[in-house]
């Protein structure tokens, strides 16, 4: 979905327990009755750490009356545990209280918080028409696996753990990737046969995050 204006998000986001607004970390944003949870500037990797999430999740325990803002920004800045930590809270949501994800890099977020969250893009010239920040490999990959038939899959999974040092990494970038294009395309054509494929490779991503087999996923979850 897209918004035209920054001053959307407010409104956008008060009919959502959580969402992944997608603008340039240069583009201001503000938002009444709003905490933010950004990275810390004292430390060297810019990342949000999971207890620095632990303690933002935790102010969502006040008992609200009125629609509150959650706002993290970079959202991508969190790293793989605050994530995972992050994703418990939107499993039981609490009233009133409305998380706004930030990010330039939405595929750089769990599959699984992409597929809890409504995701908006910030509508420019041609939003949809840049292509995933990969390399030619992994997104040639990428392209093979969206289009794939059952019977390709076990020549695809072999290609894509080729790699002997990271097999794993390049298996998880190939997924994130080819999400990231699924979310696009649908976006740019509003063909429902994109989103039927997200759902194999939500679940691909997540059990490759957890050490699964991966030519075995990759055919397997896929099918």
Do not use: W
Request: proline share 7%; net charge neutral; hydrophobic share 40%.
């Amino acid at each position: 979905m897209f918004f035209d204006n920054p001053k959307q998000i407010s409104e956008i986001a008060t009919h959502t327990e959580c969402s992944i607004f997608v603008l340039p970390d240069s583009q201001k944003v503000e938002l009444k009755h709003a905490l933010t949870l950004e990275p810390n500037p004292e430390t060297k990797t810019q990342l949000i750490s999971v207890e620095q999430v632990r303690e933002f999740i935790a102010l969502t325990n006040s008992c609200e009356t009125n629609d509150r803002f959650f706002v993290i920004r970079p959202a991508d800045a969190m790293n793989e545990a605050a994530q995972s930590a992050f994703l418990k809270t939107l499993e039981e949501p609490k009233e009133f209280c409305h998380f706004v994800l930030i990010t330039e890099q939405p595929t750089a977020l769990l599959p699984t918080i992409l597929s809890r969250a409504q995701v908006f893009f910030l509508r420019t010239e041609n939003p949809l028409d840049v292509a995933p920040a990969a390399k030619e490999k992994i997104m040639t990959l990428a392209k093979r696996l969206v289009a794939a038939s059952p019977k390709d899959l076990p020549e695809i999974a072999l290609e894509i753990t080729k790699s002997k040092t990271e097999p794993r990494a390049t298996a998880l970038t190939v997924t994130s990737t080819t999400i990231e294009l699924l979310y696009k395309s649908y976006f740019k054509t509003g063909n429902p046969k994109f989103l039927t494929k997200l759902p194999g490779f939500i679940t691909l991503y997540d059990n490759l995050s957890k050490n699964g087999h991966i030519k075995l996923h990759l055919v397997a979850d896929l099918l």
